[in-house]
């Protein structure tokens, strides 16, 4: 199983940029990695995607090493409303399994 | 409008008893999952639905049934409650698989 291992919690301050890390040792081949973002009383909402080297879009970006035995969420320039808990998630070799990671809380202080 | 809603969002219910959760999603999409997060946060993956069929099952109880009537509906039927069934569950809903909808959750708590 591709399990994946993120920092349990993480403190900020606002307009500072936050990476989060999660390694995957065991990742296959033809597994995506996939990063959520869940506030509290709400399902998790989709963050961001990638295979390999670095995506972006208008909420973060994504690095991953030639490896892909790790990767970095960053968020830019976070804001109190960037308070909430992130998981990484990395498909399990084929289509049909998906492991949720620990999670990591991460709190935005003014 | 909601993309994928629950029903009900609170339930409160005895030890024993028999109890549904509502699923329905607007996306149009193929699959749709049903997930647990306990009282620690983990959110573990229950069953998902494909075009009806099951393609998951995480061994999860067989008190648990998913039943999805169509394409846009994937519910969830829990017999002979327990206290250790109390959790959130999530209902969620994908075209792409990994970018996946989720619903609000629905708050289970066993007495």
């Known amino acids: 199983l591709a399990k994946t291992t993120q920092p349990i919690s993480m403190d900020s301050y606002e307009g500072q940029e936050v990476n989060i890390t999660c390694s995957h040792n065991n990742i296959a081949t033809n597994d995506y990695i996939t990063w959520y973002q869940q506030f509290p009383s709400q399902g998790p909402r989709f963050i961001i995607q990638?295979?390999?080297t670095k995506v972006t879009n208008e909420v973060a970006s994504l690095f991953i090493p030639a490896d892909r035995k790790s990767s970095t969420l960053s968020l830019p320039r976070v804001s109190l409303s960037d308070t909430a808990v992130y998981y990484c998630l990395v498909g399990d070799g084929g289509y049909n399994k998906l492991i949720f990671g620990a999670g990591t809380r991460l709190a935005v202080h003014p | 409008d909601t993309a994928v809603s629950q029903t009900p969002k609170y339930l409160v219910t005895q030890m024993g008893n028999d109890k549904s959760i509502k699923c329905e999603q607007n996306l149009g999409h193929d699959t749709m999952y049903w997930y647990k997060q306990d009282s620690k946060k983990f959110l573990k993956i229950m069953f998902s639905?494909?075009?009806?069929?099951?393609?998951i099952n995480e061994t999860v109880p067989n008190r648990f049934s998913p039943k999805s009537p169509d394409k846009a509906h994937l519910n969830l039927h829990i017999n002979s409650l327990e206290l250790g069934d109390s959790a959130v569950y999530f209902c969620?809903?994908?075209?792409?698989?990994?970018?996946?909808?989720f619903g609000p959750g629905t708050r289970l708590t066993v007495t």
């Open positions: 639905y494909n075009n009806k069929e099951l393609i």
């Open positions: 990638g295979y390999k």
């Open positions: 969620a809903s994908s075209q792409d698989f990994y970018e996946q909808y």
